[in-house]
DNA sequence: AAGATTCTCAACCGCTAGTGG
DNA sequence: ACCACTAGCGGTTGAGAATCT
């Protein structure tokens, strides 16, 4: 016998979240803050596990999650992230602050994974070297442990130099969300509780299908009210900074943010060589620490 | 038009890490 | 050191949507 599911429970509701859910889920969270998952279902009054609610919350509710089709950019920032990490959605998540890991890992799974394997196939059919670009189990804890150690490095420089280093604060905009220089405070708590009650004020004014999915849709739209919606050719609806509301990430929902893979190893240090496919920076930095086995990468 | 197949992604499960007593 | 408990993570599943035949 294993153990019972968490959710095993009588009386515990199972399967997509409704509107009403949803809205009881916002509006408790908006009242009392992110955390103390164990209390929610309680106090809240929902019929779902801790846990459901956790996940319904940081992958759907939180404000600042950006939903539709990865930019380029983004995909090739999660492709270099997925060589040098693995499988570490969170970790990647950390580096796109309006994804979340759930969203990365579905979009690997689908799109990229099969995207490689074409460019892997083509690439074997015209005799390029690109197989050798792709491998990722091969040779993976090698590159997981030279993260591990220079995170420890960074940690430990950071302890031992008792204030948390300038550029801590002073990392790209769009990637602010953990590196704020204001601690959670309540003023900020009131700017994003603004953002959510107009979320919520929002959906009730629109009338919601009855399908989870749309419901779905129709509350992360209202979640992201700092950002201004445009539509693509192919239909998606892509979210862009606002900068005239507050940014959900600077505000109360930062109380829930976990320090970033980005706090302890900040994005400055690496966002050349991830981003610049043609700098030899992944190359330098594998090669110096690792053996053979990292020349496969890139 | 309708059934079959494939794709997408929200949600679940089980495990581990962290924390407090 | 041990145990109990919670939070978080990554792998997997399955329902619904989209596409194909």
């Known amino acids: 016998m294993g153990r019972p599911p968490c959710c095993d429970k009588f009386g515990v509701k199972k399967g997509p979240w409704t509107p009403e859910e949803d809205i009881i889920l916002v509006s408790y969270i908006q009242e009392h803050g992110p955390g103390n998952w164990k209390a929610i279902p309680t106090n809240s009054g929902l019929s779902r596990c801790s846990k459901s609610c956790r ?12 939903r539709g089709s990865f930019t380029d950019q983004e995909e090739n920032l999660i492709i270099h992230l997925q060589a040098l990490l693995g499988n570490r959605w969170a970790a990647i998540a ?3 602050p309006e994804r979340t890991d759930n969203d990365i890992k579905n979009y690997w799974n689908t799109h990229m994974k099969k995207k490689l394997r074409r460019m892997e196939n083509e690439a074997v059919e015209e005799g390029t070297g690109f197989s050798n670009y792709q491998p990722i189990a091969k040779g993976q804890w090698e590159r997981r442990l030279q993260t591990d150690i220079n995170m420890a490095k960074q940690a430990l420089q950071e302890a031992l130099s008792m204030e948390k280093p300038r550029f ?19 003023t900020t708590y009131a700017s994003s509780t603004e953002n959510i009650s107009r979320l919520l004020e929002n959906w009730t004014r629109k009338t919601p299908k009855n399908s989870s999915k749309s419901t779905q849709h129709s509350v992360n739209n209202l979640v992201n009210v700092g950002t201004d919606s445009t539509t693509s050719s192919d239909g998606t609806i892509t979210s862009v900074p606002n900068n005239n509301m507050v940014s959900p990430e600077t505000g109360l929902f930062q109380v829930d943010s976990k ?14 060589w991830l981003f610049d496919e043609n700098y030899g920076g992944a190359n330098t930095v594998l090669d110096l620490s690792l053996d053979d086995a ?3 990468l890139f």
């Open 55 to 66: 996940l319904r919350w940081t992958n759907y509710l939180r404000p600042g999650i950006k």
């Open 94 to 96: 950390s580096y796109l």
């Open 168 to 186: 801590l604060y002073e990392s790209k905009p769009s990637c602010s969300s953990h590196s704020s220089s204001t601690p959670p405070s309540s």
């Open 259 to 272: 320090p970033s893979l980005e706090e302890r190893f900040p994005l400055s240090l690496i966002e050349t």
């Open 294 to 296: 990292s020349h496969e």
